[in-house]
T-cell receptor
């Protein structure tokens, strides 16, 4: 079964540094997402992306965050200047179509630790 | 605001016992409800969605609009069912709103 893949699986970074998390969505999917899960808390929506632009974003997704699909296969999440509270598991997800009955598939996650 | 509530953080049962993981959602139009499962160190996987009314790995879930619930049930739990279970909804957009999750432990 096709899978969403994410790299790195774990990254430790110093506060203030830029981080790029990478995702390869399922190949024929058109809708892409980032979610995050702070340790012990719920999975939270960050952003959705379609047709090379953000279609929806949450209040968490502030100016420090950006997403990009640079080459038609990768989907990246950039955090410009990391803060301690950005430490979390970041999940990429993709979806083949809009609307009821369509499944959002998740990657295994990238665990980001900001020190 | 769309909310999903899973009142039990932890649930422990013995193998062969029935299990019910509770999920309630805030009423808003016609939500689409899901259960996702996360086995140890693995990705979130779709287990069930209400729209398909299917049974996966012996689990079922019925949408009760009167009680705004979508509880997950299995008549006979197995050890391999031990995992984190997340209830989630879509409604009005394609984003998923998750509950906090319930950690199910099935003891031998």
């Amino acid at each position: 079964e096709p899978e969403v893949t994410q790299t790195p699986s774990h990254q430790v970074t110093q506060m203030g540094q830029e981080v790029i998390l990478r995702c390869v969505p399922i190949s024929n999917h058109l809708y892409f997402y980032w979610y995050r899960q702070i340790l012990g808390q719920k999975v939270e929506f960050l952003v959705s992306f379609y047709n090379n632009e953000i279609s929806e974003k949450s209040e968490i997704f502030d100016d420090q965050f950006s997403v990009e699909r640079p080459d038609g296969s990768n989907f990246t999440l950039k955090i410009r200047s990391t803060k301690l509270e950005d430490s979390a598991m970041y999940f990429c997800a993709s979806n083949g179509a809009w609307g009821a009955g369509n499944t959002i598939y998740f990657g295994e996650g990238s665990w980001l630790t900001v020190v | 605001a769309q909310r999903v509530t899973q009142p039990e953080k932890l649930l422990s049962v013995f193998k062969g016992a029935p299990v019910e993981l509770k999920c309630n959602y805030s009423y808003s139009g016609s939500p689409e409800l899901f259960w996702y499962v996360q086995y140890s160190r693995q990705r979130l996987q779709l287990l069930l969605r209400h729209i398909s009314r299917e049974s996966i790995k012996g689990f079922t879930a019925d949408l009760n609009k009167g009680e705004t619930s979508f509880h997950l049930k299995k008549p006979f739990a197995q050890e391999e069912d031990s995992a984190m279970y997340y209830c989630a909804r879509k409604g009005g957009s394609e984003k998923l709103v998750f509950g906090k999750g319930t950690k199910l432990t099935v003891n031998p």
